[in-house]
C-alpha cells in the first residue's frame, strides 16, 4: 500500500512540474518588443529568393535561428521536422533562420530532411541572440508568447504551441 502510494504520489508530482515546465513563459517587455522585429525583416531563402517574415502573420509560428556547425541545434532539428509535419495543417509554421553561408545551410538542409521554409542571414542582421539555437514562439497576431535559447525538447516545444493552435 504504502509503495502504491509513493508511485501515486511520484506520478502526480511529475505530472504538476511537467504542467509548469511546459507552460508558456512570456519574455519581458524588453526581449519581446526586441524579438517581435523579427516580422519586419525581409531574408533570402535558399534559393535566393527574398521573403518576408510578415508573410506568415495569423499561423503560429516558430523562428528558430541555428547554424549548421551547432550541436545543439542539429540535435534539435527532427524534432522540429516532426511538429511541422504533424501539426502544419492546424496552421503551424517553422521558419528556421540559418547563421552561416547559403552553400553549407542549404546542403545541410537537404541533407536532413528540413520540410519548413529556411531563410539565410549570414550577419545575423535580423537578431543580435546571445547564442545558438535560440527559437521564438509568436502567437497567431504575431506577438510573442515564448523565447528559448539552446536545445528545445520537441515535448517542450509541443506542449508551448498546442495551446496556440
Known amino acids: 500500500m504504502k509503495k502504491r502510494l ?13 504542467v509548469y515546465a511546459y507552460s508558456p513563459k512570456p519574455p519581458g517587455a524588453e526581449e519581446k518588443a ?9 531574408l533570402a531563402d535558399l534559393d535566393g529568393k527574398q521573403q518576408a517574415l510578415s508573410q506568415w502573420r495569423g499561423k503560429v509560428l516558430i523562428v528558430n535561428f541555428w547554424a549548421p556547425w551547432c550541436p545543439p541545434c542539429r540535435m534539435e532539428m527532427p524534432g522540429f ?9 492546424q496552421g503551424l509554421v517553422f521558419v528556421g533562420i540559418a547563421i552561416d553561408s547559403p552553400d553549407k545551410v542549404r546542403e545541410f538542409a537537404r541533407k536532413v530532411g ?16 546571445s547564442g545558438l539555437p535560440y527559437t521564438a514562439v509568436f502567437d ?6 515564448d523565447t528559448h535559447t539552446g536545445a528545445l ?10 495551446k496556440l493552435l
Do not use: C, H, W
Open 6 to 18: 509513493g508511485s501515486i504520489l511520484a506520478a502526480l508530482a511529475a505530472a504538476l512540474f511537467l
Open 34 to 42: 526586441r524579438v517581435e522585429t523579427v516580422l519586419r525583416a525581409s
Open 81 to 89: 521536422i516532426d511538429l511541422q509535419e504533424k501539426y502544419r495543417k
Open 114 to 129: 528540413v520540410n519548413y521554409p529556411v531563410l539565410v542571414d549570414q550577419n545575423s542582421s535580423v537578431l543580435d541572440v
Open 140 to 145: 497567431r497576431k504575431g506577438e510573442v508568447v
Open 153 to 162: 525538447p520537441k515535448e517542450e516545444l509541443e506542449g508551448i504551441i498546442g
